[in-house]
């Protein structure tokens, strides 16, 4: 039995070797089809398939040490996912800005001004920056009001019914019942008349909506008077600024890193629809997926040799 064993398992890793080999000679020579595809004009991109397909031959040249690929994989997800999160931040903040630039008319040194502000309010507050900007480019882009006393009212009343900030402002911003309700508003439209209550406190007005907002405000602001006061040291209001220390971070690298990106990935466009036009793309697809097709195969001879073996050795 145990020769059968022997002879069973050498053959099997033979075969398993044999589709292995397929894989990293389909990826050498897929390697250097892509790398003449590409070109020197886009060198970047040839080093990233570069790099895919020499990963693809250390796994069948390190099969064995797969621990040492497995905690190799897991760092490079978490790396990539490190700088995915700048890049997220980056854009986040880019869109931003536009916004609160449209909103300023396009004055750049006013929209810098007032963003600046937003994350100065942002630090003394138990809101996290993004949260805060978010809010606060809601309400600008909404065609509202958004002074330090509207945003003090909007976190005071964020803060008493423990909601984000951009939440509330968004609530501010749709002046739906319901959702209003929620946050211990009661608003009535009956014709031209619009009746705003929160406690004892009533408001009766007919106007704009932003007429309305205004009312909210006020009547915000005579409920929960200095609702914000101390808030911020709290342990949320601590730990709020504490994360929006490394948010702010983000955003600043994450700028930087989208700047530096925009080019390369317009250049990459460009290559794309170049090579499309080219038929060269078409080329470059079929023998992808060719080395997919062979690079799946032979994971599935190694779990059927997996599952063979442990069949043979069983019990």
């Known amino acids: 039995m145990g020769n059968e064993v022997t002879v ?5 890793i033979q075969s398993y070797q044999r589709a292995m080999g397929q894989v ?12 003449s595809a590409f070109g020197g004009a886009a060198s970047g991109i040839r080093n990233v398939f570069q790099g895919v397909f ?29 700088v995915q999160g700048f890049i997220a931040a980056g854009a ?22 007032a963003l600046d502000s937003v994350i100065e309010f942002a630090r003394a507050t138990p809101f996290t920056t993004k949260e805060v900007v978010e809010g606060f480019s809601l309400l600008k882009s909404a065609g509202l009001s958004a002074t330090e006393d ?14 984000q900030f951009n939440d509330v402002a968004m609530a501010m911003v749709s002046q ?25 406190i009533i408001k009766r007005i007919s106007g704009t909506r932003e007429q ?38 983000r955003y600043r690298v994450g700028e930087r890193i989208t700047k ?35 690079a799946v195969s032979g994971f599935a001879d190694m779990l059927t040799w997996a599952v063979r073996w442990a069949d043979a050795n069983a019990g």
């Open 8 to 12: 069973k398992v050498g053959a099997d």
């Open 54 to 82: 020499r990963s693809i031959q250390l796994i069948g040249a390190h099969l064995l040490g797969i621990r040492t690929a497995l905690a190799g994989l897991v760092g490079g997800f978490l790396a990539v996912r490190f």
């Open 24 to 35: 990293v000679a389909d990826a050498r020579r897929t390697s250097t089809a892509v790398t």
């Open 150 to 163: 509207v945003l003090q009212a909007i976190g005071g009343l964020s803060f008493i019914f423990n909601r």
């Open 176 to 200: 739906e019942a319901e959702v209003l309700r929620r946050l211990g508003i009661m608003i009535d439209r009956t014709g031209d008349e619009v009746v705003i209550q929160s406690g004892s």
């Open 260 to 294: 530096a990106l925009v080019p390369k990935i317009n250049e990459f466009i460009a290559l794309w629809d170049e090579l499309s036009k080219s038929g060269s793309m078409a080329k470059i697809e079929k023998t992808i997926e060719r080395l997919t097709v062979k």
């Open 212 to 249: 309305v907002f205004a009312a909210m405000i006020e009547l915000i602001q005579e409920r929960f008077p200095n609702a914000l006061k101390g808030a911020e040291k709290t342990w949320a209001g601590a730990m709020a600024n504490f994360f929006s220390l490394f948010e702010e971070m």
């Open 92 to 113: 986040e903040m880019e869109k931003f800005k536009l916004q609160i630039l449209a909103a300023h008319k396009g004055i750049r040194a006013a929209a810098d001004e």
